[in-house]
């Protein structure tokens, strides 16, 4: 794993913090604006948001960020939209400075080559685009040869870009074709987010492109994943699409459906993904493959359910894979939370196999897996490798 030094928003002003010390550490932040000084207790620059955070509403704004921060926050906000996301907090504080020369060298190992990825649109129209725009998706072809492709798309959270969301995937599923394609204002439409695209019928479409440029593809072989709001879309997806639009694998991480997707009982989607009516009840096609994976102090979207600061109230963690076991024809009581098998000292995992669903409980994850990464990765791989054979 790798250990990351600690800092505020500016790695050439004042405001840089350093700790070469493992976690947890106490950081010191020392503002110079006149004689103000600040000191923060932190575990971590997600620890630091959610300090900063307030309201607790997932997002800073130039009023929650202690005075000596304001100043960067333009910065911070990349797509300027007036607030700063996890994940522009988390880009800002990523890492410590670095020689142009090493950050070239990690950039190179994080990032595979421009031509493995290919940039395709499509296009659509809806009222917040009547005139129409190319959404764009990214497809990074195997780099194992094969006759047939299996293939894994992969959807980013609130906020995000569909490139940064391929990361290693390629890397880790060297086999596959791996798709990520980008939400309308960097968000998928579910509840209280700036989109409001038609977003399973952007998938269909990518569906039906990658049909016709990449007929290595087998479309019988589809995992989804999702993280965060990407999840949301993971579940938009189980419940709305059809027999006709294959999905083995579904791997929804750090989020739980929300209660508008579930209740009573039943599933339900929108007559109209303009509005956030769901009104209509579904009936989710066929038994996928299904693995949740959420962490149990996620401040964002609380592990045990119930609303953070949004309009949008979550399902706990666990009633979530359970009502998916129910879907797929489980028929007994849900698994105790005290009765979770255990795979590592942090890791718990709640398995319905004749469902084909399993839940993992991250201990003291937060909305991100930490050092826990690396074993969520290879359970997420493994998990994959099995859904297809």
Do not use: C
Request: proline share 6%.
């Amino acid at each position: 794993m790798e250990h990351r030094s600690q800092f505020a928003w500016d790695e050439r002003s004042p405001l840089l913090i350093r700790s070469n010390r493992l976690f947890p550490v106490t950081i010191f932040l020392v503002f110079t604006l006149g004689t103000l000084e600040v000191f923060a207790q932190n575990t971590g620059p997600e620890r630091m948001f959610r300090d900063w955070d307030k309201n607790g509403d997932g997002v800073l704004t130039k009023r929650e960020v202690p005075q000596g921060a304001k100043s960067n926050f333009d910065r911070v906000d990349q797509n300027k939209d007036g607030k700063v996301t996890l994940q522009e907090h988390l880009a800002a504080t990523s890492g410590p400075p670095a020689s142009e020369k090493s950050k070239r060298r990690r950039k190179r190992a994080e990032t595979p080559e421009p031509s493995s990825r290919n940039r395709h649109t499509i296009r659509q129209a809806w009222s917040q685009e009547p005139q129409g725009i190319e959404r764009e998706y990214f497809a990074s072809p195997p780099t194992q040869s094969k006759k047939s492709w299996p293939v894994t798309f992969i959807f980013h959270g609130n906020g995000g870009q569909a490139q940064n969301a391929l990361g290693k995937w390629p890397q880790r599923l060297p086999d596959h074709l791996v798709i990520a394609g980008q939400g309308y204002e960097k968000s998928w439409n579910i509840s209280d987010e700036r989109s409001r695209a038609p977003d399973v019928d952007f998938f269909r479409d990518m569906v039906a492109d990658i049909k016709q440029r990449y007929p290595q593809a087998d479309l019988s072989k589809t995992t989804i994943m999702g993280f965060s709001n990407g999840a949301g879309m993971v579940f938009r997806l189980l419940i709305e699409t059809d027999e006709s639009t294959p999905i083995q694998n579904a791997i929804p991480l750090i989020s739980s459906m929300v209660t508008e997707q579930f209740h009573d009982g039943s599933f339900w989607k929108r007559s109209d993904d303009t509005t956030g009516n769901y009104d209509m009840k579904a009936t989710p096609a066929g038994a996928k493959n299904l693995l949740t994976i959420h962490g149990t102090e996620d401040r964002i979207v609380p592990y045990r359910g119930g609303k953070r600061g949004r309009r949008a109230i979550h399902l706990s963690a666990q009633d979530t894979a359970y009502a998916w076991a129910r879907q797929q024809g489980f028929k007994g009581p849900q698994i105790p939370d005290s009765e979770g098998e255990r795979v590592t000292r942090e890791i718990r995992e709640y398995a319905y196999p004749q469902a084909s669903v399993t839940h993992l409980k991250i201990m003291g994850a937060g909305h991100g897996f930490g050092r826990q990464s690396k074993a969520v990765n290879d359970r997420v791989i493994q998990f994959i490798q099995a859904g297809l054979k």
